[in-house]
Structures are given as C-alpha cells and as structure tokens.
C-alpha cells in the first residue's frame, strides 16, 4: 500500500490535542491559524507532518508526498482529516476491511468527490478513478489535484434518478453544497447544473463501467443510487448521515440494494453494499 494510505491511526489523545489546538486558534486569521498547525504537526510525534497554506479561495496541503488543494478554507473536519493524513482518512471512511475494498483491478465512481481525495486514494492503489464534482470552485480542486494520477479523470455534472437541469445550493462552506437546502451553512448562490443518470454514464462520456461506487451526495444518495438502473457494480458505499431533512436516508438505500441482491454492511456513517 502506498505510503500516504499507511499511517497509524490518531489516538484519542491526539484528537483531544487537535480539538485544544483548534480552539486556541480559531479566532486567529487564516493564514495566522494554517501556520500554527503546520508547525505543531510538524513537532508532535504521532501527526502527519503537513504545511498548510491559504491561498484565497482554496487551501493548499503539502503533505509526504503529495500537495494537493481544498476548496475554500480548512474546517474542523477537514484539520483532523489532515492531521491523521487526508487521503488515509477518505480511504478509511469508505473502505470495509474484508467486506468492500478497493483492488487495482477497480473502475472507481467518486459520486460528490469535493476535492477529489477519494479518487486520489484509489488511484494511489491502481485503481481507475472518475471524480464527479458539479460545484464550480470544488471542481476546479479536484481538477488540479487529479492532474498528477494518470488514472484519475474528473467529470463537472451532478448525478440523480432523471437527466435533466436542476438548481444547485451554493453553501458558504464548500463541503455542503447540495440539490437540497445545506444542512449547515447557507445559501450564498444557486445555479443551474446539468445531472445525470449513474447508468448514463458509460453511454454518454465513455467512461469504463464502474465496480466500486461512492456516494455522498448531501441527503439526495437515494437518487443517485436509483439511477444506477441496471448497472451492478460489485461494491458500492454509501453516506448516510442525517442530511434529509435531519434524517439519515439508510433505510430508504439499504431496502433498494438489499432488493437487487447485495449483501449490507454498516460502518460508521457509511453504508456498505457487495455483490
């Protein structure tokens, strides 16, 4: 395994040093704030040595080996994402030893990529990845970040049960934009996106077909796996936080793909599903 997917898990004694860390520098300026944690992870044993710089409308990770960017600014999730290593931590989330995992073998649907760590985190491991971000600036990050993995592609389109156009909420933190109303943050613009069809997408870009889907698609996951049709891809994992109307969509998924003969599995805030 690549060395970036390889690194010892936080304790919960690190985690309680980062939540001190971050409420001693949350009223800091970003870049005043970037730079304390890029110097405190670079002394404590147990963090992954990173510099995290603010470059305006993103943030820049430098990181082992890799530099990579996050839309926007660096928030709790995403500080203790980067602290254990960001990529470990998107692998880890939607990855089930022994039950979903991904192989070199694997064509990768990154549904809701954000910046695209889940489709780096595959193509680290040989996978083919395909990033599907439909936000304007999010895309532009995966773009960026993608373009050092050979097997990693980006597609700017939204994905649900009908192609069609739909509006699309532009939330003050990037990480909640969605075709419902955020479930933090607010509404700062709402745009028309293109979406598709899951099952479309062979047809309609070329893409190879997948054998391990990932949704977070904040709250409409029910859509998306719907419009998978009669693709079957092998494994598929699913968030199922509680972002419908504060309510977690398990239930509504887990009855669909159990009906089309996969086996479930849940860990965490995340759905499981194999063939």
Not at 48 to 55: N, Q, W, Y
Request: aromatic share 8%.
């Amino acid at each position: 395994m690549h060395p970036t997917l390889n690194i010892p898990p936080l304790s919960a004694e690190h985690l309680g040093r980062e939540k001190k860390m971050r409420n001693l520098t949350h009223r800091l300026p970003l870049s005043v704030r970037y730079f304390a944690y890029s110097r405190w992870l670079s002394h404590k044993p147990g963090f992954v040595p990173s510099k995290i710089t603010d470059l305006g409308d993103r943030t820049k990770v430098e990181q082992l080996d890799l530099t990579f960017v996050l839309p926007g600014y660096a928030g709790k999730t995403q500080l203790r994402q980067i602290l254990g290593g960001y990529l470990k931590a998107l692998h880890e989330k939607y990855t089930c030893p022994g039950f979903v995992e991904i192989a070199p073998s694997d064509v990768v649907l990154d549904c809701g990529a954000f910046a695209g760590g889940f489709s780096m985190a595959a193509a680290l491991q040989g996978a083919r990845a395909y990033a599907i971000e439909p936000a304007p600036l999010n895309f532009s990050c995966v773009e960026q970040n993608l373009a050092a993995f050979e097997k990693a592609s980006a597609l700017q389109i939204g994905l649900y049960n009908e192609s069609q156009t739909l509006t699309f909420n532009i939330s003050d933190e990037t990480s909640q934009h969605s075709l419902l109303a955020p479930d933090n943050g607010v509404v700062a613009e709402a745009i028309n996106i293109d979406v598709h069809r899951p099952d479309s997408l062979v047809e309609t870009f070329g893409i190879a077909p997948p054998t391990f889907v990932k949704v977070e698609a904040e709250g409409v996951e029910p859509e998306i796996i719907e419009g998978l049709g009669e693709m079957q891809p092998t494994k598929i994992a699913v968030d199922i936080s509680p972002e419908r109307d504060g309510k977690s969509p398990i239930e509504e998924i887990e009855a669909m793909l159990k009906s089309r003969g996969y086996e479930t599995r849940t860990k965490g805030i995340v759905l499981f599903a194999r063939l």
